[in-house]
Structure formats: C-alpha cells, structure tokens
C-alpha cells in the first residue's frame, strides 16, 4: 500500500517553485490557485523573500499548492494514484482534495480563508510555539501541563512542539526537561491550540458552503489517525483541528497497522519522510522537492522502485 503525504511545513524557501515552473500547464495551475485563495502564489514561490513566505497567510496556500502541484504531476507522471493520502496540519486540507472531499478550488479558497483567519487569531496575543526533541513523553507532558502550554503537535519519532504564551514558552527553554532539546520556531503564534478558536468559526462558516464528497481513497485524519470514510465528517474534523492537537504519531501508528509499503511525502518536502524513517523504520520514502524527484517517487507508487 503506497500512500502520499502533505506536508504542514517543509523546504519553502525562497524561489522554491521556481523548477515546477518548468512543467507543461503548472503556471496556469498555480494563477488558478492564485485566484482561489487570495495570494500571488507565482510571485510568492519564485520572488518573495523568507520573512514574507513565512506569514502565515501566505505560507499556507503556498504549502497548499506546492502539494497540488506535485500531486498532480506525480500522477501524470506514473499514470497511477496512491492508495491513501494524509496531510499534517494544514496539508489536510491538500490530503482532501487529493482523496475528491474537495475540488482544488474549493481547497485552495479554504486554505486562503484559513490562513487569514490563523493570522487574524495569532496577532490577538502574543504567543509561538517551540518543538522539543528527545526526553521522556510523560515528563514532557507534565512539564507542559505545569507551565500551562498545549501539545499541539504530537509528531512521533520523539518529538512534540508546544504552544502557547511567550513568557512561559521562554521558561520550558531555559528550564527543558532532561534529555530534551527546546527549538523555538518561527511561526506567528500558538496554532492548534484554543487561541485559535475564533478562526475555526470563521473556517466553519466558510465550510458550510462547501460541498463534501466522501474520499476515494483511504483518508487518515489528524484528529485521532484513524481512517475517515464520510466526506463531511472529513471536512468537520479538518476544521477542528485549526484549534486542536495534531496526531501525527497516531497517524504514523495506523499507517503501520494498515500495512503502508511506502510513503511519498509531496512538496515542499522533507519533513514528515524525516519523521517516517525514525517511526517506520524500514518503510521506503521518497521525498518531492523538486520534479527531479518525480521519477524515483513514480516508480515507488507503480511498484518498480520497491
């Protein structure tokens, strides 16, 4: 069973899609998805600078369309389709529309609006988040819980990044648990936790309006790591998620029990095939960074590179 993942963050550097570019149809694809969401994502993925591709709003619909992007070249390029999909994060919202939930452009409007609302929620307080690498779970847990800041991605492989306010954020990295490594990240604030409430209200509305087909593949969910078969019950939890936990442990953990034999990780690529390799340990990878990736990728999905 071979299975494509959505990154939520990866290699989007500066000028990251400048060689997609070169594809037959891609920059009218992405003008498209320019459109959908409300961001030039041409000028954004080929002239903007770090600070500015790491606004949110901007960093989201980007993430989005590179997955589209390499997704469907991926298929065009091994004339096959994976067997399941899952996104981190807001990945799902690519994961969705790679399984039929949604059409592009209804992905790509969500994630506009998505993006919007996080930024619009994250600038009310000041907050961020810091991934903590190695040390025990349960100590890393209450060491949380003690300082009043949220597990808001639960990535496997031994990590977990914490959010939540500033002041206690600076705390858990002058004081980490023993054996654990504390990374600050450069996000705009505390993402999956309750600070972002008011923007699942505004994704739920703009939800409503948005027709759900149930998946025609095997779909993971962030929400718990099981397999969603109802396109609305898809939809719905993706939109919690904006101000819950990410799972991706458990997602890893069902991708084991349902017998997953690879796993492609779609641009911008690197982080979650990172993960894989340390929680699935033996499970060939490939990720898609740049369409010079797109052939040893095709010949894991068809079977002639396993």
């Keep these: 069973m071979i299975i494509t993942v959505f990154p939520g963050q990866g290699s989007q550097t500066p000028g990251f899609l400048g060689p997609w570019l070169a594809l037959d149809g891609a920059r009218d694809l992405l ?21 500015r591709i790491r606004d949110t709003q901007i960093a989201q619909p980007l993430i989005v369309a ?27 919202i690519a994961a969705l529309v790679a ?10 409007r969500l994630v506009g609006l998505r993006g919007r609302a996080m930024a619009e929620a994250a600038a009310a307080e000041q907050t961020g988040m810091s ?16 300082l009043d800041l949220t597990p808001a991605n639960h990535n ?3 990590q977990i990044v914490a959010a939540g306010a500033r002041g206690p954020l600076a705390e858990l990295a002058a004081a980490p648990v023993a054996a654990s490594r504390v990374i600050p990240l450069q996000v705009a604030g505390a993402f999956h936790t309750r600070y972002m409430a008011p923007a699942v209200e505004t994704l739920r509305l703009a939800a409503a309006d948005s027709e759900a087909s149930d998946p025609s593949l095997t779909l993971w ?12 019950l898809a939809l719905d939890l ?10 991706w442990d458990l997602c890893m953990e069902s991708f084991a029990e349902h017998g997953v034999t690879g796993i492609i990780e779609l641009a911008p690529a690197g982080t979650l095939v990172g993960l894989a390799k340390r929680a699935l340990r033996g499970v060939p990878t490939v990720a898609v960074k740049t369409p010079d990736d797109l052939a040893a990728a095709a010949a894991l999905l068809t079977g002639e590179g396993a």
């Design 221 to 232: 969910t962030n929400h718990d790591g099981s397999v969603v078969t109802n396109g609305r």
């Design 131 to 146: 991934a903590i690498l190695g040390g025990d779970r349960d100590a890393v847990l209450a060491r949380l819980d003690e």
């Design 99 to 108: 399984a039929g939930v949604l059409t592009d452009a209804e992905g790509m």
């Design 31 to 51: 003008a498209q998805y320019s459109a959908d969401s409300g961001v030039d994502l041409v000028a954004a993925g080929t002239e903007w600078d770090a600070d």
């Design 238 to 247: 993706l939109v919690n998620q904006v101000a819950s936990p990410v799972r």
């Design 156 to 158: 496997g492989a031994g």
């Design 66 to 92: 590179a997955g589209l992007l390499s997704y469907h070249a991926l298929v065009e390029a091994s004339g096959a389709t994976p067997a399941g999909v899952a996104g981190h994060s807001v990945g799902e």
